[in-house]
């Protein structure tokens, strides 16, 4: 419970700093105009478009691709598993 708190708190703090200091706002004009803050330069509409475009491609690649491969990984190491001999005791007295 303790740690759920801290978790609570420090983003909470964090929150208020980042809008105190106006970064959440200079995210956003990034993001939507291509304005780079503290500067005069403007990213143009298509370069903007391209890597927000490449950023999302980047998350669903790396999200399938985990997926993917734990798939094959779990495939892989049930396959591999050799085949375990059952120790069975040797029935001396079979016949009466």
Known sequence: MKKIIFIVSIVTF????????????????????????????VVPANVMLLMICTVICAILFYSTGREILHLMLSRHTSLQKPATKAHLPKQRFSEI
Request: overall charge negative; cysteine-free; charged content about 5%.
């Open 14 to 41: 964090l929150s208020v700093i980042a809008v105190e200091t106006g970064f959440l706002n200079a995210l956003f004009m990034f993001l939507l105009l291509g304005i780079i803050p503290g500067t005069e330069i």
